[in-house]
């Protein structure tokens, strides 16, 4: 169902409703189609669930003007149990992480959420584009991964969003199945598209292994199985 926005005196939004819900990677494409159309130069990709500082924007534009031969930037981004975004990524599996050496994170090592990724539209276009087989999970990582042959590293902006994650805290145990069952659908479509079976494969493995723990449910360990194995 088409969602209302809210009128703002500050901004003007168009709304591009799709009934099909083909997944975020097809509205990224669609809102880099957008961009080019209009003669834009970067996107800023958030969703419903991203809080921004009144700042941010404008520490955004200060990261550009800084780094102007730089592509792409990430803010960090907290939830509840803390830095959520960027994170490092190895074995297959994402780490939180507290802090950071750098403002230049080497992709080599890292990765951020989708979530308050700016991009320009010229890397974007480069890239390809998002992977739509990426309905949701590891759509950024797949993302950034054809990011990485191009420009090698994200620059960090200086502003904090806030993130309510749908992963981090699951409210029931349907939804907690529905988001496990999306991860490992997402994660296969990785292993397929960019290697390293075994290590993405024991992560989702250890992910079901500790939902099980945690729900007393074997039904996670089901959904895995059957989904590695189709």
Not at 218 to 229: A, G, P, Q, V, Y
Request: hydrophobic share 40%; charged share 25%; aromatic share 14%.
């Amino acid at each position: 169902t088409a969602q209302e926005i809210p009128r703002s005196s500050l901004l003007t939004a168009q709304y591009k409703h799709d009934a099909n819900n083909p997944g975020i990677s097809a509205a990224y494409n669609a809102a880099y189609r957008f961009a080019m159309d209009r003669g834009k130069r970067w996107l800023l990709f958030l969703d419903q669930d991203t809080r921004v500082d009144a700042l941010a924007i404008a520490q955004y534009a200060a990261a550009v003007k800084n780094y102007s031969s730089h592509s792409i930037f990430a803010p960090m981004v907290v939830d509840s149990r803390g830095m959520l975004s960027p994170f490092r990524f190895k074995y297959g599996r994402g780490f939180r992480v507290s802090r950071f050496a750098t403002g230049f994170l080497p992709l080599q090592e890292f990765r951020a959420i989708n979530a308050g990724l700016l991009v320009s539209c010229n890397l974007f276009g480069r890239t390809g584009g998002y992977e739509e087989a990426f309905v949701l999970d590891f759509s950024d990582i797949a993302f950034l991964e054809k990011v990485k042959p191009i420009c090698d590293s994200l620059c960090l902006v200086d502003t904090i969003l806030e993130q309510d994650f749908s992963g981090s805290t699951p409210s029931d145990l349907s939804n907690a199945l529905v988001r496990f069952k999306r991860y490992n659908e997402g994660a296969s479509q990785y292993a397929r598209r960019f290697g390293g079976r075994f290590a993405v494969r024991s992560g989702a493995f250890l992910r079901g292994l500790k939902l099980t723990i945690q729900w007393r449910r074997m039904e996670f360990l089901r959904i895995h199985f059957k989904t590695w194995n189709e």
